[in-house]
């Protein structure tokens, strides 16, 4: 039976409202009634989107009263004028919603065409939630029964007004991520508990090393894992260590080993200057670090630590004893997970303490340091699994650096909690070998940057994606032409992801239509041309003013966005400035641009920075750029970046500024002709790049995005122009 909590109450006023749930079953009807009373509630119907069939039982009891709309043959003032008449017979009206097709982890069962019938008209709104969650990792967060709570939260009324749909899933996600918060997974997370927990259970699970194909069970790497807990705590007098490995099963038995033995790791990211690496080195307080011997002689350009702060896990694992092995294992096969962890001292660390630590893009060697806690990393786990749902066993090629959001939670810790199979490989620009893996192994799913892809497709063949049901592509906007040749050519559904440091892996994903439900022909998106999907369950967006943080906008306007759940940060590691101007309360911002529909699809525009105000209107560098590589007729398949547009000072405003590779030589005509190219596609005039600068090369982060700090001091140093 269901435990059934309802909160908020007071924020029910003393008159009769329009309350719009956000989903509906049995469960919800009966504690609305219990909250309301049941004679003071007339039950709004849209005449496409019934409820299910035990709710229309329920209501059909002598004595309810009900009213039904029809979005297709009233309109707007219409079916307002109806609610109207209720409100003044002293009744609430409470929307009630059918199944609608839908893809897992949706946040509600509204479609926005029924969700917008208030926007405009005079009636507030009063949004109400209702949250479904499980005690098991599997099903954490679910969108019906069975489910172990229920949480009906009654939300403050919004006025009425413009765009009052969309405000309204602004307040569904504001609630998701303040019920989110409060899941018993999350308040008692324990990662090196749940970790120990998920391998014993798992032991059959596989790591498949992409270099030679070799095989270990996840039950040999917790037992190496124990083993090397206990050389760390020997090897390491600080909170932190550093591990200097890519991705494979030596990064895999570090990081847990880690875990047990009370140390935050601290996957380093080892692509950066000395200068950074110093830095970082410094912020996150890092003494000893986990290698290889081999990663060293590969990576010799990085500026490595002294020896004696090495320790390098191949010798360790090479000097235990085979009877030490087998001692450990039949140990392991009679003592229980509870057991071990008593026995090995495995700590029982609280949902607050640090659990790993990422650093986030830096300009110079000034790093950002963020903490992980161990109820963070979690919820990025069980966030990622309710929206893509994988079951134990399924193959998940790992590639991404865990240095990176996704290579953290998407990359090792969610396959090690769920129970899949990872296929592992160092390199992710390794394309054919990669392209091998995906093929022989039917991997179900992998993470890369829009490069990456597009180096992979040059080396694919119409199958060798074949099994691969989510392709995340992360770090910069995935360009269109780009998801059309994936999906064309073979059949393959690329899933943008919006992720940064400050949160634990992605808090946004953009997912294909989803299939049709009965009985309803409505289905809620999770995903559209050009957004990044909507935002997972447990993450609440805002949007403000770019320039003024304290000026909230409404969820439909452009502006800066900003995020609040337990899987986003609540500041920045020893930086207390930094902290101060990124996070108001605890909502973080992001600096990126965008905006949230009625749909609940968020759309990035870009960075701050990215943008520049021509003629008084704001433009985005990237949307430029894509029109530029549209009308130029760029070549999709060429994974190098062919432009950037750069903004700069100007005597009125902005001017843009474009850096091609496409010009050998930039005549007097090259800028007039691509204005014309614009235009005549119908691009705005303003858009227009007044200057193109022929370079032999784009600058660009280790990680593959732009490196606009670069571009932009390089473009005022040609023009002769002092930054801003």
């Not at 998920?198 to 917790?222: E, F, R, T």
């Not at 307080?285 to 590969?298: D, M, V």
């Not at 769920?418 to 490989?425: A, L, N």
């Not at 074949?466 to 360009?479: A, I, N, Q």
Request: glycine content about 6%.
């Amino acid at each position: 039976m269901s435990n059934i909590i309802t909160e908020g109450q007071g924020n029910v006023p003393g008159h009769p409202v329009m309350m719009v749930p956000n989903r509906t079953d049995l469960n919800v009807v009966q504690a609305l009634e219990q909250t309301l009373g049941s004679a003071g509630i007339c039950w709004l119907v849209e005449a496409s989107h019934r409820p299910e069939a035990e709710v229309m039982n329920y209501l059909n009891r002598p004595g309810t009263r009900g009213m039904l709309c029809d979005v297709a043959r009233m309109s707007k003032e219409q079916i307002a004028e109806h609610i109207r008449q209720a409100l003044e017979h002293r009744m609430h009206v409470v929307l009630l919603s059918g199944r609608p097709g839908q893809q897992p982890g949706t946040i509600c069962d509204v479609p926005s065409g029924i969700l917008t019938i208030l926007d405009d008209t005079e009636l507030p709104a009063l949004p109400v939630y209702a949250g479904m969650y499980n005690e098991d990792v599997s099903a954490a967060i679910t969108t019906k029964a069975p489910y172990d709570t229920l949480r009906v939260q009654f939300m403050p009324l919004l006025k009425a007004g413009a765009a009052l749909g969309a405000r309204i899933m602004s307040s569904w996600t504001e609630a998701a991520a303040a019920q989110f918060a409060q899941h018993p997974l999350l308040q008692k997370a324990n990662l090196a508990r749940t970790l120990l927990y998920s391998l014993m259970k798992h032991q059959g699970s596989l790591i498949i090393d992409g270099v030679d194909d070799s095989l270990m069970n996840y039950g040999k790497m917790l037992l190496l894992a124990l083993i090397l807990s206990r050389r760390i705590r020997k090897h390491t007098n600080t909170s932190r260590m550093g591990i200097i490995l890519p991705p494979g099963k030596l990064s895999i038995i570090a990081n847990v080993a880690c875990l047990f033995a009370g140390v935050t790791p601290v996957n380093v990211n080892y692509t950066v200057n000395a200068a950074t690496f110093s830095n970082q080195r410094e912020r996150a307080g890092i003494s000893r670090f986990i290698t290889e011997q081999r990663f060293i002689l590969k990576q010799q350009q990085f500026a490595w630590p002294r020896q004696r702060d090495l320790l390098y896990i191949d010798r360790e694992l090479n000097t235990l004893s085979a009877n030490r092995l087998r001692a450990m294992r039949a140990l392991m096969q009679v003592l229980s997970p509870e057991r071990i962890a008593k026995w090995l001292d495995i700590p029982e660390n609280s949902a607050t303490e640090d659990a790993g630590v990422l650093f986030s893009n830096s300009i110079g060697c000034v790093a950002k340091g963020v903490a992980h806690s161990n109820s963070m990393l979690m919820a990025g786990v069980l966030q990622l699994q309710s929206r893509l749902q994988f079951a134990p066993r399924e193959r998940i090629l790992c590639t991404a650096p865990l240095f990176t959001p996704i290579g953290l939670v998407a990359g090792l810790l969610l396959p090690l909690i769920c129970g899949c199979d990872m296929v592992t490989y160092p390199d992710p620009n390794a394309t054919k070998r990669i392209c091998q893996l995906a093929h022989n192994y039917g991997v179900a799913m992998a993470c890369f940057t829009p490069a990456q892809v597009q180096h992979l497709l040059q080396h694919a063949a119409p199958a060798t994606f074949s099994s691969t049901r989510y392709m995340l592509v992360s770090e910069e906007k995935l360009p269109a032409e780009l998801l059309r040749r994936a999906k064309t050519e073979f059949n393959l559904n690329l899933l943008e992801a919006y992720s940064l440091s400050e949160t634990a892996g992605p808090v946004a994903l953009c997912l294909p239509p989803p299939p049709a439900a009965p009985g309803t022909p409505h289905t809620i998106p999770a995903g559209k041309a050009g957004s990044v999907g909507a935002p997972l369950p447990g993450i609440a967006v805002r949007i403000t003013d770019t320039t003024r943080d304290d000026v909230l906008l409404p969820p439909s306007s452009l502006g800066c966005v900003w995020l609040q759940g337990p899987a986003v940060t609540s500041g920045y590691l020893a930086n207390k400035p930094d902290a101060a101007k990124c996070m108001r309360g605890k909502w973080f911002r992001t600096d990126d641009v965008g905006m949230l529909d009625a749909d609940g699809m968020l759309t990035i525009c870009g960075r701050r920075e990215r943008f520049s105000k021509v003629d008084g209107k704001m433009v985005s560098h990237v949307m430029v750029e894509e029109a530029l590589r549209t009308v130029l007729k760029t070549n999709p398949a060429d994974a190098r970046r062919p432009l950037a547009i750069v903004g700069v000072p100007g005597p009125n405003g902005e001017r843009l500024i474009m850096l091609s590779t496409l010009h050998k030589v930039v005549n007097a005509h090259d800028a007039l002709t691509v204005r014309y190219a614009l235009t005549n596609a119908h691009y705005p005039s303003f858009w227009a790049p007044e200057k193109i600068i022929a370079v032999s090369s784009i600058p660009t982060l280790p990680n593959g995005k732009l490196d606009y700090a670069r571009c932009y001091y390089g473009v005022c140093q040609t023009l002769g122009i002092y930054p801003q």
